[in-house]
Every structure is written in structure tokens, then in C-alpha cells.
T-cell receptor, first 114, second 115 residues
Framework: DQQVKQNSPSLSVQEGRISILNCDYT??????FLWYKKYPAEGPTFLIS?????DKNEDGRFTVFLNKSAKHLSLHIVPSQPGDSAVYFC?????????????FGKGITLSVRP | NAGVMQNPRHLVRRRGQEARLRCSPM?????VYWYRQLPEEGLKFMVY????????ESGMPKERFSAEFPKEGPSILRIQQVVRGDSAAYFC?????????????FGSGTRLTVV
């Protein structure tokens, strides 16, 4: 039972245009949502996050939007650059139970064409 | 200020052998997490440890897999009698507290290949 879903496995955009990466979740108890970026042969690196009490968080070229009623979040990258080409993982923090931990989606491979 | 250190980066084992993966968390981080990434899959939680304690092992296969984080030294993920299906990238992550808004810091991973 996948609680964090990234239904599109890949996305290709032109340099300078906007990249929109989507993520859906099923667990209404998630309290934080995070995006990680991963290059081949490296570990994931933290990119940006948002609390469930917010609907938007912006950091430079990266903005994350959260729609709690739809259980949907998205990462916007604008303008996209070739160096943004990587796998992007959506993750959510589950505070319930004895200990919180992050649950990850399958990832989206973003290719930015020069 | 070194990040999360994992070794080895690549590990090749024959079926039936044991694999030992090591992880040294960032300085000051007492929470260690292990994740596995199978081909074409996302990151799957395996186990969460603090010093000398397994906090949550709900993602660990019931047999052949074990983890520890001793008082001294790195965290170890041990896989006994490896099979081809264990071939994957294993990532360790650490944090100073439970993840929350800032998540974890990941290491570069150990790529296990079982031949």
C-alpha cells in the first residue's frame, strides 16, 4: 500500500521553462512534506519542505505547493536549468505511532534540455 | 564537517555469502535510518536506530537481515546468506532528532550486487 505516489515516472522540459513535479498521498496524518533530489551514484539530498499547516513554501527557483483537501503537492522549478536534471523524490513525515520516519515515493526523473 | 559516510561504495557477494554495510552518521546525529532502493523502485524504509537501540524495524525482512548501532563505532546492516533479490542500493541517513521539517542527511549509498 503506497502512501506517497509519484505517478509520472519522467518529465522532460526545455531549459528556461517551468518544471512541475507532482505528488499525491493517502495518509491525512502526514505533517511535513519534503522533496529530495538525487543524482546517479549519489545519495538523495534535501531540497525543500513544507509543513502541513502551510500551502506554499518558496526557496529561490523552487516552490512547493500543498493542497491538503486534494492530498496533493507539487514542486515547481522556474526557470529550469540543465543541472536540475536528476531524480526527484517526494517524501512525507508520519508522526503517528511510536516514531516518526519519512515515507518516499518512487521518484520522477527530470530531464532539462538545453 | 564530514557528512554521512557509508562503506563500501560497491560490494559484490556470491549467493549464500554475508554482506556487511557500514554507516557513520554525521557528527552530533544520534538517529540512524536505513533505506533500500531496488531497481525501478523508490526508497523503502528498513530500520531506525539510536545508539544501542533498534527503535523501528518494521521495514526489515523477517529473515537474514539485521542491524545494529553500537555505543562505539558505525551502524552495521548485515545480510546473511544473500540472494540475487538482495541486489540493490542501500542508503543510510542520519538526523539530530526525528525528521520533521528538515528530514535526514543521506550518505552516498552502498551498491550491493549478488552474483
Amino acid at each position: 500500500d503506497q502512501q506517497v505516489k509519484q505517478n509520472s515516472p519522467s518529465l522532460s522540459v526545455q531549459e528556461g521553462r517551468i518544471s512541475i513535479l507532482n505528488c499525491d498521498y493517502t495518509n491525512s496524518m502526514f505533517d511535513y512534506f519534503l522533496w529530495y533530489k538525487k543524482y546517479p551514484a549519489e545519495g538523495p539530498t534535501f531540497l525543500i519542505s513544507i509543513s502541513s499547516i502551510k500551502d506554499k513554501n518558496e526557496d529561490g527557483r523552487f516552490t512547493v505547493f500543498l493542497n491538503k483537501s486534494a492530498k496533493h503537492l507539487s514542486l515547481h522549478i522556474v526557470p529550469s536549468q540543465p543541472g536540475d536534471s536528476a531524480v526527484y523524490f517526494c517524501a512525507a513525515n508520519d508522526p503517528t505511532g511510536a516514531n516518526s520516519k519519512l515515507t518516499f515515493g518512487k521518484g520522477i526523473t527530470l530531464s532539462v534540455r538545453p | 564537517n564530514a557528512g554521512v559516510m557509508q562503506n563500501p561504495r560497491h560490494l559484490v557477494r556470491r549467493r549464500g555469502q554475508e554482506a556487511r554495510l557500514r554507516c557513520s552518521p554525521m557528527k552530533g546525529h544520534s538517529h540512524v535510518y536505513w533505506y533500500r532502493q531496488l531497481p525501478e523502485e523508490g526508497l523503502k524504509f528498513m530500520v531506525y536506530l539510536q545508539k544501542e537501540n533498534i527503535i523501528d524495524e518494521s521495514g526489515m525482512p523477517k529473515e537474514r537481515f539485521s542491524a545494529e548501532f553500537p555505543k562505539e563505532g558505525p551502524s552495521i546492516l548485515r545480510i546473511q546468506q544473500v540472494v540475487r533479490g538482495d541486489s540493490a542500493a542501500y542508503f543510510c541517513a542520519s538526523s539530530p532528532q526525528e525528521p520533521g521539517l528538515y528530514g535526514y542527511t543521506f550518505g552516498s549509498g552502498t551498491r550491493l550486487t549478488v552474483v
